[in-house]
């Protein structure tokens, strides 16, 4: 990768982190978002407010090692997890984590989403899974993520978060806005009567055709080093 290019790289990973505290879907130091760049990942670093961010804080992991701790800004403490499903799923370029308001509530009840609008079918299944409460940054943590994401684009995390994978680092961006209106419409629905869930063979259907859904834009990672 270019320095120019790894330059864009991270202030578009400091884009996203702002751009999901404007949208609500974040607030304060809390979430992150790592990005695959050849055999390593660039992700921010631990307990610096998005608003003071610079390129140059970003971090560079390998995708197999633990990385270096000892630094100015050492990577977010939830680093296994964005480290392990990288590894995990070689067509996934970006992993974004955030504690969304209605998705984590969701999570705090240890509930799932479930097909209960085909929008579901955005993260690769007739679910949401919750992956069960493990400390933030562990490596347990990051086991029972990766295990949840083998077949899916998103999960909850029990009493804490969400994590959602993309193909481009807009992707995943736009599936984390997706995942936390479908939870409040989820929500919502509960709220005034029971739901009525789309069918095993509705969800098939919509699955197949969410195949290229969403947007595509480039992330500069993504043709490696």
Same mark, same amino acid.
């Given at each position: 990768?270019?320095?120019?290019?790894?330059?864009?790289?991270?202030?578009?990973?400091?884009?996203?982190? /702002?751009?999901?505290?404007?949208?609500?879907?974040?607030? @304060?130091?809390?979430?992150?978002?790592?990005?695959?760049? @050849?055999?390593?990942?660039?992700?921010? #670093?631990?307990?610096?407010?998005?608003?003071?961010?610079?390129?140059?804080?970003?971090? /560079?992991? #390998?995708?197999?090692?633990?990385?270096?701790?000892?630094?100015?800004?050492?990577?977010?403490?939830?680093?296994?997890?964005?480290?392990?499903?990288? /590894?995990?799923?070689?067509?996934?370029?970006?992993?974004?984590?955030?504690?969304? $308001?209605?998705?984590?509530?969701?999570?705090?009840?240890?509930? #799932?989403? #479930? %097909?209960?609008?085909?929008?579901?079918?955005?993260?690769? @299944?007739?679910?949401?899974?919750?992956?069960?409460?493990?400390?933030?940054?562990?490596?347990?943590?990051?086991?029972?993520?990766?295990k949840a994401l083998t077949d899916r684009r998103a999960c909850l995390l029990a009493n804490h978060g969400a994590i959602v994978t993309g193909e481009t680092l807009a992707r995943?961006?736009?599936?984390?806005?997706?995942?936390?209106?479908? %939870? /409040?419409?989820?929500t919502l629905a509960q709220m005034t009567g029971t739901p009525t869930l789309l069918t095993d063979d509705q969800m098939s259907e919509v699955i197949v055709a969410f195949a290229?859904?969403?947007?595509?834009?480039?992330?500069? %990672? $993504?043709? @490696?080093?």
């Amino acid at each position: 990768m270019t320095p120019d290019a790894d330059q864009t790289l991270r202030q578009a990973i400091i884009d996203g982190c /702002r751009w999901m505290v404007s949208s609500g879907l974040n607030q @304060g130091t809390s979430g992150n978002i790592s990005v695959r760049c @050849g055999d390593q990942m660039i992700i921010t #670093p631990s307990g610096v407010p998005y608003d003071d961010l610079r390129p140059d804080m970003m971090c /560079r992991v #390998p995708l197999d090692g633990d990385p270096d701790l000892t630094g100015t800004y050492p990577p977010s403490s939830e680093w296994r997890f964005h480290q392990a499903i990288l /590894r995990a799923n070689p067509d996934q370029i970006a992993v974004v984590h955030a504690h969304p $308001a209605h998705a984590t509530a969701l999570a705090i009840q240890r509930r #799932p989403i #479930p %097909a209960c609008h085909y929008m579901v079918a955005a993260f690769g @299944g007739n679910d949401v899974p919750l992956v069960d409460y493990a400390l933030f940054g562990s490596r347990e943590l990051a086991e029972m993520a990766t295990k949840a994401l083998t077949d899916r684009r998103a999960c909850l995390l029990a009493n804490h978060g969400a994590i959602v994978t993309g193909e481009t680092l807009a992707r995943a961006l736009w599936r984390m806005e997706e995942l936390e209106n479908l %939870a /409040r419409v989820y929500t919502l629905a509960q709220m005034t009567g029971t739901p009525t869930l789309l069918t095993d063979d509705q969800m098939s259907e919509v699955i197949v055709a969410f195949a290229d859904y969403g947007p595509r834009q480039n992330t500069p %990672a $993504a043709d @490696g080093e």
